[in-house]
């Protein structure tokens, strides 16, 4: 996989998740021929926005729609069906895994949802470029676990994807994490309390515990339960 080039600051942005993964099928190719361009945020793509002036996110849907982002929303299962519960909000997802975000199309397309805009890349990408107090809520979940020591600090809940996340948020905006890896819960609520910017809004065991209502199990998370581990569900507020 070739890394994308931070075009900004001329060097290659250390990343480390896949673009593609099997190959597409023709289906996909043409969903994401047809379909994927009237779904990308202008000025997100460092090619488009070679300055990195902010982006307008707001003015990818009508006046005063709240704006929820997902991170890394795999085959897009939780995106498509929030989308489809929510009309009155829109909807940012990042993926780089372009198979990922062919199946969304095609889930986003079959139900005729236009309350969802694509960025097919890192979200560093959009973090570079999106205005402060934008987003009133994120979603991360099942996020990659990066299990060996030394690969802790690639995890998403570090500083280098917290401070820029804490910034596009606004204040009481909601961050939700799910996760099956103890050690990576452990390393959200230490770093996010470290951050200074989010509430953990836990009081008791059921609120980690409890799998949120009216969401659509993603792909790990079905995948967990198969194999037996338990998932863990964190809220945090932004102050
Ligand atoms: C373990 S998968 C989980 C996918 C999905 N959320 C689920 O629950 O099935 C993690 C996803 O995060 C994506 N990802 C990793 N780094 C990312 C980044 N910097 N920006 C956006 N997405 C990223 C990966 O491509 C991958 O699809």
Sequence with gaps: MTPPQNQAGGHARNFYGRRIGKSLRPSQRRLLEDCLEHRLIPGVEPKSNPQRLPADLSGCFSLGTPIWLEVGFGSGENLARLAGMHPEVGFIGCEPYINGVASLLSKLEAKGLSNVRIHPGDVRELFDVAPEDSVDRVFLLYPDPWPKRRHHRR?????????????????????????????????????????????????????WMDRWEGWESTRYEKKAEREGRTSIYLNFARH
């Design 155 to 207: 995890r998403f809940v570090s500083p280098e994807y917290l401070e820029p996340l804490a910034r596009m948020m606004r204040p009481d905006a909601e961050l939700r994490i799910a996760t099956d890896v103890p050690d990576y819960a452990r390393q959200a609520v230490v770093e996010l309390r470290r951050n200074g910017n989010f509430r953990w809004c836990a009081a008791r065991r059921a609120d």
